[in-house]
Nanobody
Framework: QVQLVESGGGLVQAGGSLRLSCAASGSMFGYNRMGWFRQGLGKERELVATITMDHTTNYANSVKARFTISRDNAKNTVYLQMDSLKPEDTGVYFC??????????WGRGTQVTVSS
């Protein structure tokens, strides 16, 4: 079993920055992709960014050049550096881990609110 705990969310003004962290615990063997998703109020959950074990990254077009995903395997942690935040970035940000058996694990989420 894998447990994911997000942290770093909060309230920030437009143009500001936040750094989210997701600490994974449990059976880490075999995971091949971690990522961040977000869900705005009344909206569907959407992919923000993913990162593989070889550090290949993928970003939603809406966050390219503003967000940076990274990982520290020694700490079993994935990060999301968010710069130049916009009000439309507001939502609950969820960490996800996909293992080699294609099982998905989700964190409970951390709230990010960007004010105008």
């Amino acid at each position: 079993q894998v447990q994911l705990v997000e942290s770093g969310g909060g309230l920030v003004q437009a143009g500001g920055s936040l750094r989210l962290s997701c600490a994974a615990s449990g059976s880490m063997f075999g995971y091949n992709r971690m990522g961040w998703f977000r869900q705005g109020l009344g909206k569907e959950r959407e992919l923000v960014a993913t990162i593989t074990m070889d550090h290949t990254t993928n970003y939603a077009n809406s966050v390219k050049a503003r967000f940076t995903i990274s990982r520290d395997n020694a700490k079993n942690t994935v990060y999301l550096q968010m710069d130049s935040l916009k009000p439309e970035d507001t939502g609950v940000y969820f960490c996800r881990l996909q293992d080699t058996l294609e099982r998905y694990y989700w964190g409970r989420g951390t709230q990010v609110t960007v004010s105008s």
